[in-house]
Antibody, heavy 121, light 110 residues
Framework: QVQLVQSGAEVKKPGASVNISCKAS????????MHWVRQAPGQGLEWLGIINSSSGSTNHAQKFQGRVTMTRDTSTSTVYMELNSLRSDDTAVYFC??????????????WGQGTLVTVSS | QSVLTQPPSASGTPGQRVTISCSGSSSNIGSNTVNWYQQLPGTAPKLLIYSNNQRPSGVPDRFSGSKSGTSASLAISGLQSEDETDYYC???????????FGTGTKVTVL
């Protein structure tokens, strides 16, 4: 079965960087995209970006341009998301989600369990 | 900053039908298919409806989706206590070249 297992919770100081991993199993890794989505405490879902697991090409939400980097390692079926210059409002649960091809682009179906990132001085 | 607009809350008694609306624009719902996610407290979202009205395997047929123009709806028939949670609509946005979510709706079973 499809599984996405993310790395554990992180506590970071403002200005630092965080790197979250998402290891995929149960499907052919390179056929699907991978999305990154976050959810601040008590808030809704916010899309950060997407990576093509085959080519490694990425696309990010304008809000995160210059601050987010997405990479993948096809040998371990793992994607990584690094967010730098962290601020307190980056405190959130970060999810990876497998991306199906869908109308217009790609749509998440299976999701990881989430990684809590807390930014605090 | 959500691009798609949902009512913040909806409610019904057990057995009733509840409908959640999702309003977008020509660059998202007007051009592409709509997906719906259910998110139980403290857990990751779960795909509930894809391609406007398709249910993934295992999703009860009490859940149904529809789309018209730049709006979409999720209906829950025969409301049950376990349906009390948050629901989000979403779609690809051609102008933003990204995926956009709705503001979210909390369903309460009275």
């Amino acid at each position: 079965q499809v599984q996405l297992v993310q790395s554990g919770a992180e506590v970071k100081k403002p200005g630092a960087s965080v790197n979250i991993s998402c290891k995929a199993s149960g499907y052919t890794f390179t056929i699907y995209y991978m999305h990154w989505v976050r959810q601040a405490p008590g808030q809704g879902l916010e899309w950060l970006g997407i990576i093509n697991s085959s080519s490694g090409s990425t696309n990010h939400a304008q809000k995160f341009q210059g601050r987010v980097t997405m990479t993948r390692d096809t040998s371990t079926s793992t994607v990584y998301m690094e967010l730098n210059s962290l601020r307190s409002d980056d405190t959130a649960v970060y999810f990876c989600a497998r991306g199906l091809y869908c109308s217009g682009g790609s749509c998440p179906d299976y999701w990881g369990q989430g990684t809590l990132v807390t930014v605090s001085s | 900053q959500s691009v798609l607009t949902q009512p913040p809350s909806a409610s019904g008694t057990p057995g009733q039908r509840v409908t959640i609306s999702c309003s977008g624009s020509s660059s998202n719902i007007g051009s592409n298919t709509v997906n719906w996610y259910q998110q139980l407290p403290g857990t990751a979202p779960k795909l509930l409806i894809y391609s406007n009205n398709q249910r993934p395997s295992g999703v009860p047929d009490r859940f149904s989706g529809s789309k018209s123009g730049t709006s979409a709806s999720l209906a829950i028939s025969g409301l049950q206590s376990e349906d009390e949670t948050d629901y989000y609509c979403a779609a690809w946005d051609d102008s933003l070249s990204g995926y956009v979510f709705g503001t979210g709706t909390k369903v309460t079973v009275l």
